[in-house]
């Protein structure tokens, strides 16, 4: 059963890496990276600047919603 799934496996990767190359389009890894790993530092920085705003925004939409005003 492995040999089996370890051969149709090769054959799809076969088969992207062929419509990769008739596509002729590679894609923007490191651009993508790149957007992801600013991203998460800019949720890190807002967070750690906002934190005590945020969360007495957080409690109170919570508690008008539970309190039902």
């Known amino acids: 059963m492995p040999i089996r ?9 076969s088969a992207l890496r062929g ?3 008739r596509s ?6 490191p ?3 790149l957007v992801a790993v600013m991203t998460a530092g800019l949720v890190t ?7 005590d705003a ?7 939409a919570i508690s ?4 039902g005003s």
């Open 5 to 13: 799934l370890r051969a149709r496996a090769r054959r799809a990767l």
């Open 19 to 21: 419509w990769r190359e």
């Open 24 to 29: 002729g389009e590679r894609g923007d890894v």
């Open 31 to 33: 651009g993508w990276v």
């Open 45 to 51: 920085a807002i967070w750690l600047l906002a934190d």
């Open 54 to 60: 945020l969360t007495s925004v957080f409690d109170r």
């Open 64 to 67: 008008s919603i539970s309190s």
